[in-house]
């Protein structure tokens, strides 16, 4: 690729999308889809390369690219951090997108593939023996610092359709300043851990009791017009807006580039799908504002012959 070049610096309208995280987490997932979306990508790069690799894309004329980073290149990832900022102050948009997913489902994805996990290959190098437990849970503690520097995607019960959805939409809005998702999900299947914001409401009235609606969604139309008949639900939608409207100014002053904000009710079907749908399309107005379901969209997928979707 000729990177003993001097780099050249890049357009500033290229778009470089670093894709790092756990192993096991939907890295691969995501990097393919990155790539059938029209990203130029580079998988497994070494640390050290990213910002002479980025450069030489840029010199070439690349719009996208994207490049996975795994934990193997943890002893460089100092070096990553300085290298996004300096990409960042070239001119490219920069965004970095964190896979992660619960330590049980991690080992249970391993167990079924009956792939060994990196760390216990590089602890076996250095005389050491670690247990696939042991071996995540380091590898999660050593990428903790990459994790608060990009949007973390929790994987956890999630199906890899759906996972190709969440980073087609994380890759789709171009120069925005900060990325809002609001995230529906389940309370009975806990709290995501990607979550920086999180919005209980499960004391407004709960469609599940209506055999009529129980099937549906709160993408569905006969759900939200028994949502929105409420006061207690427009309530708290208001609520939360305005809370949000006050609190949204100060992320952006602590240079944050991803907030995500999850709503959560007992099962993750009605209330929480519509209170997420409703919040996203009061904030449509700005840029890079993402919508996901944890439970919708895969009741959507499985079973799409129950629900009629809204426009």
Known sequence: MGLAHSPTKARPTMQLILVTGLSGGG??????????SGCYCV???PAEFLLPVAHRLGSLGEERAAVA???RSIATMKEVSESLAKLREEGFDVRVLFLTASTDELIKRFSETRRRHPFSIRAEHEGKTLTLREAVELEAELLQPMAKRGMIMDTTGILPAQLRRWVQQFAGEPGARMTITFESFAYKHGIPTAADLVFDVRCIANPYYDPALRPLTGRDEPVARFLAAGAEACRMVDDIAAFLETWIPAYLRQNRHYLTICIGCTGGQHRSVWVAETLGRRFAGRAGVIVRHRIAEQLARLAPEATVQTA
């Not at 890295?27 to 059938?36: G, H, M, V």
């Open 43 to 45: 998988d497994n790069l």
């Open 69 to 71: 980073i795994d934990g």
């Open 27 to 36: 890295k691969s997932i995501a990097i393919r889809q990155l790539e059938d």
